[in-house]
């Protein structure tokens, strides 16, 4: 007796194993799919050699119709005559090959394999069954898809019909990519029970975009050409934007001093039209049509209230804002300072300076001129009045005021005085200086009452 661990053992008892495990009444088919007019291999799962053994078994198609088509034994093939040049049998795995599938091709095929075991003159059968389901299919050729809508898509209110369509193909499946992304069911996406009709109802603005179709069977897969889908919308999300002054709410603060310009915004397809509306208490005016407004300066002089609105001529519908422009104090004035301030230096410097000299040099020449006349004309005052008149008794020194009357200059003399301006102050009181800003006037009022000649010398 031979030990447990010799080949002839270990052989007989995987073939056990093996056969016991895939043995049934009804086994579940493995699935093949080929390609009409390519060959196809049927295999068989065996995990053993089958070489060396005593094997006899059977092909057979069993569904839609049972035919035999080959019995083996013993390295003998018996074919049906007819399928002679359309299969073959490889004896070595006891495999079949399809030549060239078409249509009759598909369906189920079953093997039965007897292999039958003999140590010391003890024989084992054991049966084996395999049943594999051929598909013979089309590749799929590229699909072309149709839009049936309506010339113009408004969203809320029309709807639009995709269908895909291919010339050649077997057992395809279709899928619907918007932007390469899928088509998920829902209650605007509805698709046929094929998948290959998709109906949008009604369409909205996310529905824009590219829509391609994507066929496919286990063999070939390929896709549309892209579809674009465009449908009218809007306008949403009216705004009013200014690159002048400052925006706070709906109110903007610009300089009174230049012309603002304010821009409208909004999402529209197609692109909307702004009306800009001024309004005043109860009343209301368009000032412009467009998409910018002008403001000119001068219709800042106080706060000003503005409406714009936003219209779809496709959609029929229409957006509003408000907005309020207010002047922003000291704005203009504060820009006119920079300006002045950017400029005085140099026009000062420029302009300013010969006009000073000359002016300086005028007073300086007329200040001159008048003292020297004031004490010319006192002189010659005091020098008519009678000796008589002069040796009169002490008085007031005001009775004889009459003759003083006249026209007089005032000058007023400055803290440092010349030789003639000194001269001429020292005609009153050659010792005083306690007022540095007599007049001629105090002068002739400070003669001395008492008559000197000294005074003309």
């Known amino acids: 007796?031979?030990?447990?661990?010799?080949p002839s053992f270990l052989l007989f008892c995987a073939s056990v194993f093996v056969l016991s495990d895939t043995s049934s009444d009804s086994p579940r088919p493995r699935i093949l799919h080929g390609t009409k007019g390519m060959p196809l291999t049927l295999p068989v799962m065996t995990r053993f050699p089958l070489h060396g053994v005593d094997i006899q078994g059977s092909w057979s198609k069993t569904k839609p119709d049972h035919?035999?088509?080959?019995?083996?034994?013993?390295?003998?093939?018996?074919?049906?005559?007819?399928?002679?040049?359309?299969?073959s049998l490889n004896l070595s795995d006891a495999s079949l090959l399809i030549h060239r599938l078409d249509e009759s091709s598909e369906g189920e095929y079953?093997?039965?394999?007897?292999?039958?075991?003999?140590?010391?003159?003890?024989?084992?059968?054991?049966?084996?069954?395999?049943?594999?389901y051929v598909t013979v299919d089309v590749p799929v050729s590229t699909p072309t898809i149709e839009k049936r809508a309506a010339y113009e898509l408004i969203e809320d209110r029309d709807n639009v019909t995709w269908t895909c369509s291919v010339t050649n193909g077997t057992k395809v499946q279709y899928q619907w990519l918007k932007d390469n992304l899928p088509i998920r069911p829902?209650?605007?996406?509805?698709?046929?029970?094929?998948?290959?009709?998709?109906v949008v109802q009604p369409v909205r603005k996310e529905d824009i975009g590219w829509y391609t179709c994507l066929v496919r069977n286990y063999i070939s897969k390929r896709q549309s050409p892209s579809v674009d889908l465009n449908i009218y919308y809007g306008p949403y999300n009216l705004a009013i934007k200014s690159h002048q002054g400052l925006k706070t709410g709906g109110v903007f603060m610009v300089d009174p001093s230049e012309v603002v310009l304010f821009d409208c915004f909004a999402d529209s397809n197609p692109?909307?039209?702004?009306?800009?509306?001024?309004?005043?208490?109860?009343r209301t005016e368009v000032v412009m049509t467009g998409l910018q407004l002008e403001v000119n300066p001068h219709e800042l002089a106080q706060a000003k209230e503005f409406v714009v609105r936003a219209f779809n001529n496709v959609t029929q519908k229409e957006d509003e804002a408000q907005f309020l422009v207010v002047a922003s104090p000291g704005s203009g004035k504060q820009k006119?300072?920079?300006?002045?301030?950017?400029?005085?230096?140099?026009?000062?410097?420029?302009?300013?300076?010969?006009?000073i000299i000359i002016v300086c040099g005028l007073l300086l020449f007329k200040r001159t001129c008048h003292a020297k006349q004031v004490i010319i004309t006192m002189k010659d005052t005091l020098s008519k009045r009678p000796i008589t008149e002069q040796k009169r008794p002490h008085r007031s020194g005001h009775e004889d005021a009459?003759?003083?009357?006249?026209?007089?200059?005032?000058?007023?003399?400055?803290?440092?005085?010349d030789s003639t301006q000194a001269s001429c102050r020292s005609l009153a009181h050659p010792e005083s200086t306690q007022d540095l800003h007599t007049t001629i006037y105090d002068v002739i009022r400070r003669i001395p009452e008492t008559p000197t000649l000294s005074l003309l010398k």
């Open 1 to 6: 007796m031979k030990s447990v661990g010799s």
């Open 67 to 87: 035919s035999h088509l080959v019995s083996f034994e013993n390295g003998g093939v018996i074919k049906k005559r007819l399928l002679r040049n359309r299969i």
């Open 110 to 132: 079953k093997l039965e394999l007897n292999i039958e075991l003999s140590e010391h003159n003890h024989e084992q059968l054991m049966h084996k069954v395999e049943t594999v």
């Open 186 to 198: 829902d209650e605007r996406h509805i698709f046929s029970s094929t998948n290959n009709t998709l």
């Open 271 to 282: 692109p909307n039209s702004c009306v800009w509306i001024s309004k005043n208490g109860n």
């Open 336 to 355: 006119l300072t920079q300006k002045e301030t950017f400029l005085s230096p140099l026009a000062a410097i420029t302009l300013c300076c010969p006009l």
């Open 402 to 417: 009459t003759e003083d009357f006249g026209i007089y200059e005032f000058v007023a003399i400055p803290e440092r005085l």
